[in-house]
């Protein structure tokens, strides 16, 4: 119609000879590590030469753990805590972290004759040598290890070889079920919910940007406005306003006219796309009544050329699920209102329809079979 902690080393205790220099603190200041033990200075330990005379040098530790600032019963202790038990007997031993920070529980185990706690002594010592070379060895192997890194104490599961850029060089695998994005004419291919007694804001929004204008012929500049609210895809409008007008099947045929988008200034028209009951409005300001079959207008008496959101959204019956063809119609068909041309239909059996047929009413008329014809200059 016309509308996203340094782990402690293993080593010389801070301060002895050779030990590095903590950080902020000079080499050889002595202070501990906090939650550490202070071991004992260098030379024979007293216990275990003591270990082939008295009897009772193994005798159990006091239960009281040391404190920060008075030594260790065990210089070995701040490392591994061993629960008491005989070597002999293949009592198991626990090392870790958890065993460091628990007191030692349970009675102490019971004293044996000099020679077997010699000999537990010996399995003791032999067994924190073992251990410490060890542990020493994995030292040394994560320094040469170009691809180890240090592992973060909060993280304990992690992998240290698994670098937190493990993906830097891989593809980014996409989501379960992503789809890559519609092409426009899937876009126009689909219809879209929206109710035919829809009544809007009244308020409009211009589409932002500009589309210049690719023919030579007579330019025609125009805006396009869509109704605040709709949930509609303004800028599909937009693009189907412009890639239609300038097809040569349209209003640009042969040169003769060329369209130009544009987002502020004077446009010759604005080409709206409105709720019908916004449609309605504006049309009957021109003295049209498209309440009736729910069309569109050309809006003479206004800048405004009117397309009817709901038969935007979902077509008409004589289109059937052709709604992409439909939608070029209906720009063709109002714009051509704009241009000058009025109602026309068609003359026989089979022919296409003239795009200035009512189409979104009928292709059928007085017995004449028509067919759908989106095109001003459909050709052959």
Same mark, same amino acid.
């Given at each position: 119609?016309?509308?996203?902690?340094?782990?402690?080393?293993?080593?010389?205790?801070?301060?002895?000879?050779?030990?590095?220099?903590?950080?902020?603190?000079?080499?050889?200041?002595?202070?501990?590590?906090?939650?550490?033990?202070?071991?004992?200075?260098?030379?024979?330990?007293?216990?275990?030469?003591?270990?082939?005379?008295?009897?009772?040098?193994?005798?159990?530790?006091?239960?009281?753990?040391?404190?920060?600032?008075?030594?260790?019963?065990?210089?070995?202790?701040?490392?591994?805590?061993?629960?008491?038990?005989?070597?002999?007997?293949?009592? =198991?031993?626990?090392? *870790?972290?958890?065993?460091? %920070? #628990?007191? &030692?529980?349970?009675?102490? $185990? +019971?004293?044996? /004759?000099? !020679?077997?706690?010699?000999?537990?002594?010996?399995?003791?010592?032999?067994?924190?040598?073992?251990?410490?070379?060890?542990?020493?060895?994995?030292?040394?192997?994560?320094?040469?290890?170009?691809?180890?890194?240090?592992?973060?104490?909060?993280?304990?599961?992690?992998?240290?070889?698994?670098?937190?850029?493990?993906?830097?060089?891989?593809?980014?695998?996409?989501?379960?079920?992503?789809?890559?994005?519609?092409?426009?004419?899937?876009?126009?291919?689909?219809?879209?919910?929206?109710? =035919?007694?829809?009544? *809007?804001?009244?308020?409009? %929004? #211009?589409? &932002?940007?500009?589309?210049? $204008? +690719?023919?030579? /012929?007579? !330019?025609?500049?125009?805006?396009?406005?869509?109704?605040?609210?709709?949930?509609?895809?303004?800028?599909?409008?937009?693009?189907?306003?412009?890639?239609?007008?300038?097809?040569?099947?349209?209003?640009?045929?042969?040169?003769?006219?060329?369209?130009?988008?544009?987002?502020?200034?004077?446009?010759?028209?604005?080409?709206?796309?409105?709720?019908?009951?916004?449609?309605?409005?504006?049309?009957?300001?021109?003295?049209?009544?498209?309440?009736?079959?729910?069309?569109?207008?050309?809006? =003479?008496?206004?800048?405004?050329?009117?397309?009817?959101?709901?038969?935007?959204?979902?077509?008409?019956? +004589?289109?059937?699920?052709?709604?992409?063809?439909?939608?070029?119609?209906?720009?063709?068909?109002?714009?051509?209102?704009?241009?000058?041309?009025?109602?026309?239909?068609?003359?026989?059996?089979?022919?296409?329809?003239?795009?200035?047929?009512?189409?979104?009413?009928?292709?059928?008329?007085?017995?004449?079979?028509?067919?759908?014809?989106?095109?001003?200059?459909?050709?052959?």
């Amino acid at each position: 119609m016309r509308g996203r902690a340094t782990g402690v080393g293993f080593g010389p205790p801070p301060g002895a000879p050779g030990a590095p220099a903590q950080p902020g603190r000079p080499a050889g200041s002595g202070a501990p590590f906090p939650r550490q033990r202070q071991a004992p200075s260098y030379g024979p330990r007293q216990e275990y030469l003591d270990a082939f005379g008295e009897d009772d040098v193994f005798t159990p530790r006091s239960s009281r753990r040391p404190t920060v600032s008075e030594p260790a019963a065990d210089p070995y202790a701040s490392v591994t805590d061993w629960n008491a038990g005989d070597v002999t007997g293949g009592t =198991a031993y626990a090392v *870790g972290t958890d065993a460091v %920070d #628990a007191p &030692p529980t349970g009675a102490p $185990a +019971p004293a044996k /004759g000099g !020679k077997g706690r010699t000999f537990t002594g010996i399995a003791a010592a032999a067994v924190t040598t073992v251990l410490a070379v060890v542990v020493a060895g994995q030292v040394a192997d994560g320094r040469a290890g170009g691809d180890t890194r240090s592992q973060s104490a909060g993280d304990p599961a992690r992998d240290v070889h698994d670098s937190a850029s493990r993906a830097d060089d891989r593809p980014t695998p996409s989501p379960p079920g992503a789809s890559a994005p519609l092409t426009y004419e899937q876009k126009m291919g689909k219809t879209y919910p929206l109710g =035919a007694e829809l009544k *809007g804001s009244g308020r409009f %929004d #211009a589409v &932002p940007g500009i589309d210049k $204008a +690719p023919g030579t /012929g007579q !330019k025609y500049t125009y805006r396009v406005d869509i109704e605040q609210g709709l949930g509609l895809d303004g800028e599909l409008f937009a693009q189907a306003v412009q890639k239609t007008l300038n097809d040569d099947r349209s209003w640009a045929h042969n040169g003769a006219r060329t369209f130009e988008r544009i987002h502020s200034g004077q446009p010759d028209f604005v080409i709206t796309l409105a709720s019908p009951g916004t449609t309605a409005e504006w049309c009957a300001k021109s003295g049209l009544d498209t309440t009736v079959d729910n069309v569109s207008c050309d809006s =003479a008496a206004t800048e405004r050329v009117m397309i009817n959101a709901y038969r935007w959204a979902q077509g008409a019956e +004589p289109y059937g699920d052709q709604i992409h063809a439909y939608r070029q119609m209906l720009i063709n068909h109002e714009v051509g209102h704009r241009l000058g041309f009025n109602h026309v239909t068609c003359d026989k059996d089979g022919e296409l329809a003239p795009v200035m047929q009512q189409q979104t009413k009928f292709v059928d008329h007085d017995g004449i079979d028509c067919r759908p014809n989106p095109w001003a200059y459909p050709g052959e």
